[in-house]
């Protein structure tokens, strides 16, 4: 794996730990702590949160002893399967991100949004 490659992932594991990080404020405020009706409608995103995690803690992992051993078709199918079993979660756009890392790894700026829709779609995905 290069140096590229690994910027990205390191990139994508941190932009996931953002996506996590709002779930410290779910039920923060005291009426919200026995209503369910709230509860209800921040079960999805819990559980996404909780699925990014799980998703993403192997690869930080791998990136602490330099991706040794790491196998991205794993990484990525795991992704796939994540997308499959809870979607409308927009989990897609974390490969959008790590296309992105790369792009800006290499080029040393982030990509327009036009060459983040060629970046895409040479990926394999449409806009």
Known sequence: MDFAQKYAYRYLIYQGTLAIRPIAF??????????LVYWRR??????SAGQVANWLHNAALFSAIDFDGFDEDVFWSELDALKSAFPGNEFER???IFLCALFEFNEGRWPTLHEQSVLVKEAGRGV
Not at 26 to 35: A, D, H, Y
Not at 42 to 47: A, E, G, P
């Open 26 to 35: 779910v039920g923060s405020e005291w009426w919200q702590r026995w209503n």
């Open 42 to 47: 921040k079960r999805t995103q819990i559980r």
């Open 94 to 96: 974390f490969r959008d």
